[in-house]
């Protein structure tokens, strides 16, 4: 990999999401030798992969360069690399560029979609996990459009134009708002000689409410806000297959369509090497301990959605949310200093910030600390946060002239398919 050796320890972090970079910040005055490694040069900004997915935005205005974030910083390098295995007994892990040994190693590698063992839903459906993922999918939306025009036959007309949304978490409610929002907005103009008010979007959620984990008040709303938008609200029904043309569900429902967007679930993306099954908690996540190392291994941290930090109020770990990934990285950051100045280290508290999740135009819903607020306000607070993360000032700048734009437009100008998805329509022919 070229990396020079050094005087001081090598920390290795792998993955430059929000607990990786959060943590080469918090390194970059330190006396140590940082290596960032990421299969991608490019930080994502999970939360608006869906206004990539809805043409709202460009991808460049949510990913912002690797490299970019470590100018300046001393001791720094980076290599695009997707890492196989790690080996902790030699203290050296294996990419595909090539070994690197290591003094401490930090796993931040997120999650990736959990289709819980069912390859018929996980061959057919689609993943919004990544950037190409979320431009496969904006593809596809316009690219049904376009065949829905091909036909007469109008069962394959509405087959193209059904949209069912599995999950009714946060990216499944805020996916299934934007389409709704298109669909309203944009598809009678852009497809006059269409009937677009057949387009049907159904969000299917296997719980009871939609928003887990939000407030009772959050739920209700998020729901009053998606149907009064138009979209069918299917709560209790469990999804057990799609071959690319049905859905089936545990009841009698079933949807013919062409395009399934899986959001119902995440799991650790975990690294051969730490997959022993006493270091795994559920959801595929590293059992970590109140400094995030990992079990049997005080050299190895993780952190982020792939470490499962089980206390007292999260027995399961924290949630798989971008604060807890950015807080612990901040502290190990802290925590590996007091380590090699062999002070002892501090463990880790979550500060929950609250949740909020975006509807649409002037519907968002807020639960922060005890205040419960929906509506004009929650989206403006929904609309500030999110800036406020975004990696890079440019970044900031494009979203904000976009959501302006798109807010006094009623529009989303980046609904082009520069990279088709290649989709096979025969089966909708018969
Ligand atoms: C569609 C969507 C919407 C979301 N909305 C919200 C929201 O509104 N609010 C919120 O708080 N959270 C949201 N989240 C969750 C949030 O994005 C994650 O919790 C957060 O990104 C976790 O940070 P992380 O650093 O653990 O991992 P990530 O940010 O996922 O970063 C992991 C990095 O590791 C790299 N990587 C993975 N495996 C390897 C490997 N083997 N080798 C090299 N590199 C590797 C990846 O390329 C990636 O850059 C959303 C997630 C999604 C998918």
Redesign the pocket.
Known sequence: MNIPLSSYPRIVI?????????LAKKLSKKEVQVVL????N?????????QVSTGGLEPGSIAYP?RKVLIGYDNFYFRL????NVDPLKKKIN?NIGDLSYDYLVV?????TNFFGNEEIEKNAMS???VPQ?LNLRSLILENFEQALLTDDYHERDALMNFVIVGGG??GV??SGALAEIKKGILPKDYPDLDTRRAQINIVQGGDCLLPGFSAQASKKAEDFLEELGVQVWKGVRVTGYNGKTVTTKTDLVFETATVVW?AG?KG?G?KGLDAVDLIAGGNRINVNEFNQVKGHPDIFA?????CMVTEDYPRGH????????QQ?KLLGENLERLLTQKSMKPFEYIDKG???TIGRNKAVCDIKGYRFQGVFAWFVWMFV?LFFLIGFRNKMVVFINWVYNYIRFDREARLIIRPFRRDYSQFKD
């Open positions: 792998i993955g430059g999401g929000f607990g990786g970079v959060s490694l990421d299969k991608n490019y930080h994502t900004f999970q939360p608006l992969l869906y690797l690399a997707e890492v196989d990419t931040a590698t997120g999650s990736e919004m996990k990544s979320s946060p990216t805020e996916l959001a995440v993306a690294i952190i982020g959605d792939i470490a949630p798989m949310v971008a604060q807890p990934a950015i990285g949740s909020m999740a999110h």
